[in-house]
């Protein structure tokens, strides 16, 4: 794929930018058995083979997915890779994305209930991806279907009130072309 065939960032916000997405990033059901790193084949997201390492192609997203699968899948279809990294490896990495502040399109964020002891910063985090002005793009279990929410929606929901922070993928190896 070359650059002029990737799909570009939208220039779009919020539903006109989900809109605009191909059909089979409408309609994806919650599964949180489907996640990063989750055992082939109900989810083959890790490399395979011997030495396999790095970014790995979008998942199939038809068994359903959880959200962070789900938010990779969004920005692989727009040429970014993300390796099949769980929500607090995703906080953690810098190699491939780094803090984003403010979010921009095709940033991922994370939301959380706050700290708890014991676990890592970012463990267990929502994942969403930014489209723009105040419009992230999700799979939560509530819905059940990918929709796109206000930082509101989120703050006004226990389990999400933390906005934890935004990664983008960084140039060094992540994107295509």
Avoid at 150 to 169: E, I, M, Q, S, T
């Amino acid at each position: 794929m070359t650059s002029t065939d990737r799909p570009q960032v939208p220039t779009a916000h919020g539903p006109v930018a989900f809109d605009a997405l191909p059909g089979a990033l409408h309609n994806v059901a919650y599964s949180g058995a489907r996640h990063p790193g989750a055992g082939t084949p109900e989810c083959p997201s890790r490399p395979a083979g011997p030495g396999a390492t790095g970014a790995v192609a979008p998942p199939d997203l038809t068994g359903g997915a959880n959200c962070q699968l789900y938010a990779y899948a969004v920005l692989g279809h727009f040429g970014l890779r993300v390796p099949p990294l769980r929500s607090a490896e995703l906080w953690a990495d810098r190699t491939a994305t780094g803090p984003a502040a403010p979010p921009e399109p095709l940033d991922l964020v994370l939301f959380d209930a706050g700290p708890v002891a014991g676990r890592p910063a970012g463990y267990g985090a929502h994942v969403g991806v930014h489209l723009g002005p105040d419009r992230v793009l999700h799979l939560c279990r509530e819905v059940g279907r990918p929709a796109v929410w206000a930082y509101a929606d989120f703050a006004a929901r226990p389990r999400y009130a933390r906005f934890l922070g935004a990664k983008r993928v960084l140039a060094g190896g992540s994107r295509e072309g």
